[in-house]
């Protein structure tokens, strides 16, 4: 069914006045668009005006989201929801007009449906459609400059809504002075405005609100439509304020008035890339200087929960940012900072019933930054405390503050509540100055091996070794070599007293071949002492990739040299293993994977940690003794592979499509 004879995707342009609000409980969204066509610009990027019900006319309109931290194309058709001929949803006050309802339309998609849409709050919508970042206010508690906030907010052409807290026995109450609860009104203007009474002159405090019903609901107060108030202001003052007195669901009122009887501010400050430097000139308005890191909190390595678990907090992911210039005009010589913490892709999970974290953000001043660990290590945390914080951990998609700091280098920790929670996260910072941002963790790359791991090799040693090559060879046959199977047998036998079905000749061979090994090149770990790795021994994919870790000639074999040289290895790593499996069950903690690594030699960052837990971690957490022997293998392997090919070390490496098929898979 055709809606209208003569469809235009618009009329007369674009105005805050076209965004209607249907059935559906989106009021959240409707306040967000009303804003988001006060910005020509802003409004293109969301809306491309490539798009018209013209010649080429496809049956299709595509539309632009952000979405953590990137840009989204969504296509979606022109069949809309009616009712009797009629829009049911978002519509215009033109019966022609479509752009928002097919707007409307467009975000139901990325979130999955309309149903998806119900309830929420204004300042997702507002980032979604500008890739800012959203400070909310409680009303009743605003710091005493807030006013100057919304004033400079305004400038940089931030979105803003605001809303009343709701009657929980009434839908959407209606106050004596007009205005709704429950609610989501859009913030279009803030303005001094020139004021001349009998008796004096001055500026005034006043903003223009919008009801997103865009009706008669308005509020009814000092500064309303046609109320007395106005006859102070001069003519010239109201037609620049652009003041009309019509039923369109827009109003104004005094800044004590809105701090009285609005419950809730939110204030979406537009990232860097928002506004054009030619709108900056004209406009003569200020961008934010932005910085944004993605993570993620994974358990048992990254989810170390908040600064309650102090054993674990120092697991967090960690940022280091360092703030060196004032702002402008600030008589403390202090840095605005607006920190922002949003996990990902929540509307969407909440329909498998799946609610959002409980997540927040802790700062801590670096006084000498140069000298401490990275990253930040328990020590730290237990002898420093916060200088600025999260108000609180909340269940919410994104959690924001703003700050004043004097300059100098600063870590943010952002953490769920609890340990042991995983989620995908992006956090920004915005500041009025540039800020250097960096992840505060270590470079990938080898480092010592622990001293208590290593032990100085004794001098009878090199006596012993042509006796050691004259068993080995007998294990091995007549090339001389082992493959991964034989190397299974002895690593097996090493690790513990007897495997079933074995026969008594094999068991006297491997038995004399392990007793002169382990005596010579383990001398820490005597044969008597039995170690599990799990019923059937070491996995075969284990005792693959050690035979390819040391086989140099990729015979798929290993000649004595290399397996003496691969005992070492295995000697470190089973050592590591033990000094961190302090319970001897065989298994360690991931949030143990950094420390064990560490001994053995790898200095690793919280991305390669979180992919190695992800790969050889169980779903409590745990790795077992095998994984990590795997884990160790591959990691020893591939920084090989690298250094290899980065004989400067310059930190990059070329490889040819051949070379790098053939070295990951034999790996």
């Given at each position: 069914m055709e809606i209208a004879d003569n469809p235009e995707l618009f009329v007369e342009g674009a105005s805050r006045f076209d965004v209607q609000q249907g059935e559906l409980g989106d009021c959240w969204l409707l306040a967000?668009?009303?804003?988001?066509?006060?910005?020509?610009?802003?409004?293109?990027?969301?809306?491309?005006?490539?798009?018209?019900?013209?010649?080429?006319?496809?049956g299709i309109f595509h539309f632009r989201f952000w979405q953590y931290g990137r840009w989204v194309d969504v296509v979606i058709d022109d069949r809309l929801p009616t009712y009797g001929g009629r829009l049911v949803f978002l519509h215009s006050s033109e019966h022609n007009e479509f752009w928002s309802a097919l707007l409307e339309k467009a975000y139901a998609k990325l979130h999955g449906s309309y149903e998806a849409l119900k309830g929420g709050t204004t300042c997702e919508a507002m980032e979604d459609?500008?890739?800012?970042?959203?400070?909310?206010?409680?009303?009743?508690?605003?710091?005493?400059?807030?006013?100057?906030?919304?004033?400079?907010?305004?400038?940089?052409?931030?979105?803003?809504?605001?809303?009343?807290?709701?009657?929980?026995?009434?839908?959407?109450a209606q106050t004596p002075e007009g205005l709704i609860k429950g609610h989501a009104y859009s913030v279009t203007k803030v303005k001094y405005v020139d004021i001349q009474t009998p008796r004096s002159s001055g500026k005034i405090p006043l903003i223009r609100i919008r009801n997103p019903w865009g009706n008669e609901a308005e509020w009814n107060g000092p500064w309303s439509d046609k109320s007395p108030e106005w006859r102070f202001i001069p003519d010239e003052e109201k037609e620049e304020i652009g003041l009309t007195f019509d039923e369109d669901g827009e109003f104004w009122m005094s800044y004590k008035d809105f701090q009285k009887h609005f419950s809730r501010l939110e204030i979406c400050n537009?990232?860097?890339?928002?506004?054009?430097?030619e709108e900056l000139l004209r406009s003569?308005?200020?961008?934010?200087?932005?910085?944004?890191?993605?993570?993620?909190?994974?358990?048992?390595?990254?989810?170390?929960?908040?600064?309650?678990?102090?054993?674990?907090?120092?697991?967090n992911p960690q940022y280091r940012i360092t703030l060196e210039d004032p702002d402008e005009e600030d008589d403390d010589n202090k840095c605005t900072v607006i920190v922002a913490l949003m996990?990902?892709?929540?509307?969407?999970?909440?329909?498998?019933?799946?609610?959002?974290?409980?997540?927040?953000?802790?700062?801590?001043?670096?006084?000498?930054?140069?000298?401490?660990?990275?990253?930040?290590?328990?020590?730290?945390?237990?002898?420093?405390?916060?200088?600025?914080?999260?108000?609180?951990?909340?269940?919410?998609?994104?959690?924001?503050?703003?700050?004043?700091?004097?300059?100098?280098?600063?870590?943010?920790?952002?953490?769920?509540?609890?340990?042991?929670?995983?989620?995908?996260?992006?956090?920004?910072?915005?500041?009025?100055?540039?800020?250097?941002?960096?992840?505060?963790?270590?470079?990938?790359?080898?480092?010592?091996?622990?001293?208590?791991v290593v032990k100085q090799p004794e001098p009878e040693e090199e006596k012993t070794q042509d006796k050691v090559k004259e068993f080995f060879?007998?294990?091995?046959?007549?090339?001389?070599?082992?493959?991964?199977?034989?190397?299974?047998?002895?690593?097996?036998?090493?690790?513990?007293?007897?495997?079933?079905?074995?026969?008594?000749?094999?068991?006297?061979?491997?038995?004399t071949i392990l007793s002169v090994l382990c005596g010579v090149l383990c001398r820490d770990t005597p044969l008597g002492q039995t170690f599990e790795t799990k019923k059937e021994g070491f996995s075969k994919d284990v005792c693959r990739s050690m035979v390819a870790m040391m086989d140099v000639d990729r015979s798929g074999k290993l000649g004595f040299e290399e397996f003496k040289a691969l005992w070492v290895d295995i000697r470190h790593w089973k050592a590591v293993f033990k000094l961190y499996d302090k319970d001897d069950s065989g298994c360690l903690s991931a949030f143990e994977l950094r420390q064990a690594l560490n001994s053995a030699g790898y200095r690793l960052n919280n991305h390669i940690l979180n992919i190695?837990?992800?790969?050889?971690?169980?779903?409590?957490?745990?790795?077992?003794?095998?994984?990590?022997?795997?884990?160790?293998v591959r990691l020893k392997t591939m920084i090989d592979i690298?250094?290899?090919k980065d004989t400067d070390n310059t930190n990059t490496a070329t490889f040819t499509m051949e070379e790098w098929v053939e070295k990951t898979l034999y790996s």
């Open positions: 967000a668009v009303a804003n988001l066509t006060l910005n020509r610009a802003l409004f293109s990027q969301v809306v491309p005006d490539d798009q018209s019900f013209g010649d080429k006319y496809a459609f500008t890739g800012g970042v959203t400070e909310m206010y409680e009303l009743n508690q605003a710091p005493p400059n807030l006013y100057r906030i919304m004033l400079k907010a305004y400038e940089r052409s931030s979105l803003m809504g605001c809303s009343i807290e709701p009657d929980p026995n009434v839908v959407e537009l990232n860097p890339d928002s506004l054009t430097e003569h308005k200020r961008k934010w200087e932005m910085s944004m890191f993605e993570c993620e909190w994974v358990r048992g390595v990254t989810a170390g929960g908040c600064r309650n678990y102090l054993e674990t907090f120092w697991h996990q990902k892709n929540h509307r969407s999970q909440r329909k498998m019933g799946i609610e959002c974290l409980t997540i927040g953000f802790a700062m801590y001043h670096l006084k000498d930054p140069d000298n401490l660990p990275k990253p930040l290590d328990l020590n730290f945390f237990k002898y420093n405390a916060s200088v600025a914080r999260s108000q609180s951990f909340i269940n919410l998609r994104e959690v924001s503050c703003r700050f004043k700091l004097p300059p100098g280098v600063y870590c943010i920790v952002p953490s769920t509540f609890e340990p042991n929670e995983e989620g995908e996260f992006i956090l920004r910072v915005f500041s009025e100055h540039k800020n250097h941002m960096e992840e505060n963790d270590e470079e990938v790359g080898l480092g010592k091996v622990d001293d208590r060879c007998k294990i091995a046959g007549e090339d001389m070599e082992i493959d991964w199977m034989e190397l299974k047998e002895i690593l097996d036998y090493a690790m513990r007293n007897e495997l079933p079905g074995r026969s008594s000749s094999q068991d006297s061979i491997v038995n190695l837990a992800h790969r050889y971690s169980t779903k409590n957490g745990m790795i077992t003794f095998d994984d990590f022997m795997m884990c160790a690298f250094r290899e």
